[in-house]
Nanobody
Framework: QVELVESGGGSVQAGGSLRLSCAAS????????VGWYRQPPGKERELVAK??????????TYPDSVKGRFTISQDNAKNTHYLQMNSLKTEDTAVYYC??????????????WGQGTQVTVTS
């Protein structure tokens, strides 16, 4: 079992920046992906950023709504991944969830989620 713990949410004015962190602990073997999702008030959860570690290029994926403003990164030594959010807009207000995919000892992939952290962007 793997546990993901998020930190770094909060309230910021439009145009500001925040950095979210997601630290993994537990039965960590090999990782198949990391990412971030968000759920705005009254809406469904949506992808914010993702790295598929199985892809040959290991490039990050972003939706157009955050491309150029958000950056996902990871520190493999710390089993932690991050989301740097710049030029924040009021529409970025949401609960942000970190996600990670890990293989178990049978090489079966399982998805794990953080507890969620609130990001509020004020005008």
């Amino acid at each position: 079992q793997v546990e993901l713990v998020e930190s770094g949410g909060g309230s910021v004015q439009a145009g500001g920046s925040l950095r979210l962190s997601c630290a993994a602990s537990g039965n960590i073997l090999s990782r198949c992906g990391v990412g971030w999702y968000r759920q705005p008030p009254g809406k469904e959860r949506e992808l914010v950023a993702k790295i598929d570690t199985e892809a040959s290029a290991r490039s990050a994926t972003y939706p157009d709504s955050v491309k150029g403003r958000f950056t996902i990164s990871q520190d493999n030594a710390k089993n932690t991944h991050y989301l740097q959010m710049n030029s924040l807009k009021t529409e970025d207000t949401a609960v942000y969830y970190c996600w990670a995919c890990y293989y178990n000892e049978y090489h079966l992939a399982a998805n794990y989620w953080g507890q969620g952290t609130q990001v509020t962007v004020t005008s």
